[in-house]
């Protein structure tokens, strides 16, 4: 039985979802499962086992790009379709794509394009479990029991000719990787309302090299290439300090290998920061408007830092209150990250 995903749409939810796809094929394990997802987003399924084939999608579908991908997706036949998404769009696409048995939430008035009506869930479990209830809605559609077992993980997987290739390429941007490498992630996507203060970001930075050997700590910068010069300002300034923005430097894949060799993460709630989790590397989240208890990560090595104020969680893109505000961010002080730093023990 061949099924396809249509995957989630921002980086963070690729890698929350991964135990739901363990989950399908651990209970499944006769079902060949593909993953379509958007062609930005590809790399962060690379070498998941449970995946057969990773179908891209383009960033923008319009209605003739629609026909074509549809034509491309009905060559597969597929017999079942679970949408991790919560658009019309995807519902119709798949249909469109000859895809009858499809599981999703009833949302964005799809209903009627579903084969399995499942109602959104509007509780306060961790959103890993959003998934994973499409999962056991395809997986219960016999006799067939539901379990969740630890493996069930958000493990990413990278291979050694990997390593090799993004060590080569991080040497050619001067980064050395005998250091203990500290990876920031300073910016977020979906706003500037989860960013911390780039002020903080720039006390931390030599308070991190006070608490390990001076000469042996480098300070690499994460983001893509249109936050390539906000987070410059970071690093502006700091001289005799190692600091490397690699914003814009490095494919999302290089991007998740390089993170792979940091031996601490610092992160907004943002897709990095879920990267980091991914790996299990010792993690400080930064939380403001949104809610760590539905997005934060989950390995055992990660604190979350988070003051909830009056008006968190707002879940905007932006702080809505006078320019400066940005109390929830603000309440995070450069301390309490530094102390959180020495109770994980890095």
């Known amino acids: 039985m061949d099924i396809v995903i249509r995957s989630p749409n921002w980086i963070g939810d690729c890698v929350m979802c991964l135990p739901a796809i363990r989950a399908l ?34 960033e923008n579908i319009d209605f003739k790009s629609g026909f074509k991908i549809a034509g ?25 794509a000859g895809i009858k048995k499809l599981i999703g939430y009833v949302k964005d008035l799809r209903g009627w394009l579903l084969y399995k009506k499942i109602k959104f869930p509007r509780d306060n479990r961790h959103h890993i479990y959003f ?4 999962a056991e809605a395809f997986i219960r559609r016999g ?29 050619t941007l001067g980064v050395d990787l005998s250091n203990i490498l ?17 002020e903080r970001f720039r006390e931390l ?9 001076p000469d042996n700590v480098e300070i690499l910068l994460f983001g893509s290439a249109k936050e390539r010069e906000k987070i410059s300002k970071i690093a ?35 897709g990095l920061m879920h990267i980091a989790s991914g790996f299990n590397l010792p993690l400080i989240a930064l939380f403001g408007p949104t809610r760590p208890h539905k997005t934060g990560p989950l390995n055992k090595n990660s604190r979350v830092l988070y003051h909830p104020v009056k008006c968190a969680p707002c879940l905007y893109r932006d702080c809505p209150l006078n320019q400066g505000n940005h109390a929830c961010m603000k309440a995070i002080t450069v301390d309490e990250v530094v102390e959180t730093i020495r109770q994980l023990k890095i």
């Open 236 to 270: 502006d300034g700091r001289e005799g300090i190692p600091i490397r923005n690699l914003a814009g430097q490095l494919s999302l894949r290089q991007t998740i290998v390089a993170i792979s060799f940091c031996r601490l993460f610092i992160s907004n709630d943002s």
């Open 72 to 96: 491309r997706l009905r060559e597969y036949r597929f017999d079942y379709g679970i949408l991790f998404t919560n658009s019309f769009h995807s519902a119709f696409l798949f249909r469109l």
């Open 25 to 58: 094929k651990a209970n499944c394990p006769g079902v060949n499962i593909y993953i379509a997802a958007k062609q930005n987003l590809c790399p962060v399924y690379e070498n998941i086992t449970e995946i057969k084939e990773i179908i891209p999608l383009p």
């Open 143 to 171: 006799s067939v029991s539901f379990c969740i077992r630890p493996e069930y993980s958000q493990q990413l997987i990278i291979t050694d000719h990997e390593k090799e290739q993004v060590s080569a390429a991080l040497g």
């Open 131 to 134: 998934y994973l209830g499409l």
């Open 182 to 198: 500290v990876g920031i992630s300073p910016s977020a996507a979906y706003g500037s309302a989860k960013e911390w203060l780039p």
């Open 205 to 213: 930075i030599p308070r991190l090299r006070q608490e390990k050997s």
